[in-house]
């Protein structure tokens, strides 16, 4: 039974791309073509290598914008506001998803590697706003990025969340590597399970794995998501 593996918990943190809405409203292709075009401006490269960097950033540095930092002295504040300026209306409500959130017990947060004003946008197109104690974005981790340890510590610190009494729900399974080593439960949120020992469950229903924790009313379910982007 799931519930007991949760009932110390009381902390809850949440990321939030293809977490909390599902991959398939693609929000990710608008923002990887912006990430592209920034890459390409600043390294002085056509569309292929600028794409090529990008992934090599994303895999060696944990996202991009840390290698344009590390390797480049991006700015990133200019950045973040780049990418993230995209269409949200691949989005839809979902009051199910919703209803689950809000019945969990204790805090409630969200975590993600973008930018906080991005992350509320989402979270309002998708009828979240208002659940969560507080919204975290990588300017919060002094712009480490998940999968750092440091990162986590940092954004913990300032919410004073304690590893032991608390959940994290990612689909990256890299950004799980360090919370269950800080003694937190670990739910890998994503189509495909991925084999690790540092993940204790997996889901490729957010709202479905936490109607196992919680009672909750239980609205209709909205569309998962418009097709495309």
């Not at 290698?67 to 780049?82: F, I, K, N, S």
């Not at 839809?92 to 689950?100: E, K, N, Q, T, V």
């Not at 409630?108 to 998708?126: D, E, H, M, S, W």
Request: charged share 20%; aromatic share 8%.
């Amino acid at each position: 039974m799931v519930a007991r593996h949760f009932s110390h918990v009381t902390q809850w943190v949440f990321d939030l791309d293809n977490t909390l809405y599902p991959p398939e409203a693609r929000l990710f292709d608008q923002i990887e073509t912006r990430m592209t075009d920034w890459v390409m401006d600043i390294a002085g490269v056509d569309r292929t290598e600028a794409d090529r960097l990008r992934l090599h950033y994303w895999q060696t540095y944990g996202t991009t914008l840390a290698g344009l930092m590390c390797e480049h002295d991006a700015d990133p504040v200019p950045y973040l506001t780049h990418v993230h300026d995209i269409d949200f209306s691949p989005l839809a409500p979902d009051p199910a998803l919703a209803a689950l959130i809000g019945a969990l017990p204790g805090r409630k947060i969200v975590y993600t590697n973008g930018a906080r004003p991005y992350a509320q946008n989402v979270l309002a197109a998708r009828g979240l706003d208002g659940l969560f104690d507080a919204v975290y974005g990588v300017e919060h981790a002094d712009f480490r990025p998940k999968p750092e340890r440091a990162a986590f510590e940092k954004v913990f610190a300032r919410d004073g969340i304690t590893p032991a009494t608390a959940a994290m729900f990612e689909d990256d399974p890299r950004n799980l590597t360090a919370p269950h080593a800080m003694g937190m439960r670990t739910v890998h949120v994503a189509p495909a399970p991925h084999n690790g020992a540092h993940i204790h469950h997996h889901t490729d229903d957010l709202a479905d794995f936490l109607s196992q924790i919680v009672d909750a009313p239980s609205p209709p379910r909205a569309p998962r998501a418009k097709s495309g982007t």
